[in-house]
């Protein structure tokens, strides 16, 4: 989507090794989301961003951490990953941080095994 | 559980058909509700939205109904065309809150 890339589009990692997930925009929004979508649980928060170095846990966050030192740029780090974070991640921004008009990356497919 | 869903996970349509996706909500502090299009292998793209003092709302052959007494939001397509087969998901944002809940969403097959 234009204005937001993620990166890696597809990783494969094995159980226990670190995975970074990045997500970068050229729209300088405020916010910016990590969510996951997994079948039958549509998309689920991990964390949120509210502005540089401000963070905070969403209903999933647990075995997540993120960073974001600046404004285009929000990094999702799998500490050791395990098989149950494969999943396909989604990076969203939004100007206003009210729900309105999220735009959406393209995803990152991610494996562990 | 989650408070927002949907009717129907799949729903078949002929092109040309007008279709009708569902969705349900269960929280009456629910402010502003959206609806979003996943393609597959692509991201979840804003459609329309609706705030809680409307009835309705149209776009370019979509329009969103919401029936705040049963709590039901609905999205219809007019003329459905193949290109409109996807993954429909609508979302909610309870008033406050600066993080909406999305639906599992509805899968909309068009039939050429």
């Known amino acids: 989507d234009a204005g937001i890339t993620q990166s890696p589009r597809h990783k494969v990692t094995e159980t226990g090794t670190p995975v970074t997930l990045r997500c970068h925009q050229t729209e300088n929004h405020r916010y910016m989301y990590w969510y996951r979508q997994d079948p039958g649980h549509g998309l689920r928060l991990i964390h949120y961003s509210y502005g540089v170095k401000d963070t905070d846990k969403g209903e999933v966050s647990d075995g997540y951490s993120v960073s974001r030192s600046k404004t285009e740029d929000f990094l999702l780090t799998l500490e050791s990953a395990t098989s149950s974070q494969t999943s396909v991640y989604f990076c969203a921004i939004s100007e206003t941080g009210d729900g309105v008009g999220y735009t959406f990356g393209s995803g990152t497919r991610l494996t562990v095994v | 559980g989650e408070s927002v869903g949907l009717h129907l996970p799949t729903l078949s349509v002929q092109e040309g058909d007008n279709s009708i996706i569902n969705c349900a909500y269960s929280?009456?502090?629910?402010?502003?509700f959206i609806w979003y299009k996943q393609e597959s292998g692509k991201g979840p793209q804003f459609i329309i939205d609706?705030?809680?003092?409307?009835d309705k709302r149209q776009g370019q052959r979509v329009t969103v109904l919401l029936n705040k007494t049963v709590k039901h939001l609905s999205l219809q397509i007019a003329a459905t065309q193949p290109g409109d087969s996807a993954v429909y998901f609508c979302?909610?944002?309870?008033?406050?809150?600066?993080?909406?809940?999305f639906g599992r969403g509805t899968s909309l097959i068009v039939h050429p």
């Open positions: 979302a909610e944002n309870k008033g406050g809150s600066y993080i909406p809940t």
């Open positions: 609706i705030r809680s003092n409307m």
């Open positions: 929280n009456s502090a629910s402010d502003y």
